[in-house]
């Protein structure tokens, strides 16, 4: 079966243009988590949905970054008037997540955006 | 809160055996994951422990010890393939919480 995709796989913008990524998550997964990993450093959490419940969005960094996920399929990201800082990859996992070793994450290819 | 403590970088040579350690503190345990990372990919499961204990697969085992908050990766044999990050994750109460990483460099 298909695994979990993102898209565009790059995408380069100028500082204050706002961007929109987009993650497919396995069919059936209940958990999807967004990370940033800047170059050469490790997975910053950034938020996490779990089903219908109310997502944990303890890890955006600012207000500049929010993200939607429509039931348990397609979740997007948005960053709004980018900053050269915000040049990263940004990854999507998602888990059947119901404990156990269902909490294994399936990572898509990730999303490089860099800010100009 | 969660705090995950890993070694930033080791080195180790080819045919060896190395070991990477890590220790957490979280707000509850629901399992341990390690994962590897070869550069400018993602990251891909290897282990899973929920019970103390050593877990093997092939040249990989994975050890936990939920009293002492402790894991650690040991890697056999030791493959110039292997050269990529070794994250360790844990499940809380909420979610996964992911370490920095422990970049594994292998020589010849």
């Known amino acids: 079966g298909a695994g979990v995709s993102q898209s565009p796989s790059n995408k380069v913008t100028e500082k204050g243009k706002d961007v929109e990524l987009r993650c497919d998550p396995i069919s059936g997964h209940t958990a999807l988590y967004w990370y940033r990993q800047r170059l050469g450093q490790g997975l910053e959490f950034l938020i996490y949905f779990q089903g219908n419940s109310a997502p944990d969005k303890s890890g955006l960094p600012s207000d500049r970054f929010s993200a939607e996920r429509t039931g348990e399929s397609v979740s997007t990201l948005t960053i709004q008037r980018t900053q050269q800082e915000d040049s990263a990859v940004y990854l999507c996992?998602?888990?059947?997540?119901?404990?156990?070793?269902?909490?294994?994450?399936?990572f898509g290819p990730g999303t490089r955006l860099t800010v100009l | 809160g969660q705090n995950i403590d890993q070694p930033t970088e080791m080195t180790a040579t080819e045919g060896a055996i190395v070991q990477i350690n890590c220790t957490y503190q979280t707000s509850g345990f629901n399992g341990l994951f390690w994962y590897q990372q070869h550069a400018g990919e993602a990251p891909t499961f290897l282990s899973y422990?929920?019970?103390?204990g050593l877990e093997e697969k092939g040249r990989f085992s994975s050890f936990l010890s939920r009293s002492k908050g402790y894991s650690y990766l040991l890697l056999k044999e030791l493959q110039m393939k292997d050269s990529a990050s070794y994250l360790c994750?844990?499940?809380?109460?909420?979610?996964?919480?992911f370490g920095i990483g422990t970049k594994l460099q292998v020589i010849p």
């Open positions: 422990n929920v019970l103390d």
């Open positions: 996992a998602s888990s059947p997540s119901l404990g156990g070793r269902t909490d294994t994450q399936y």
């Open positions: 994750a844990v499940r809380g109460y909420q979610k996964v919480t």
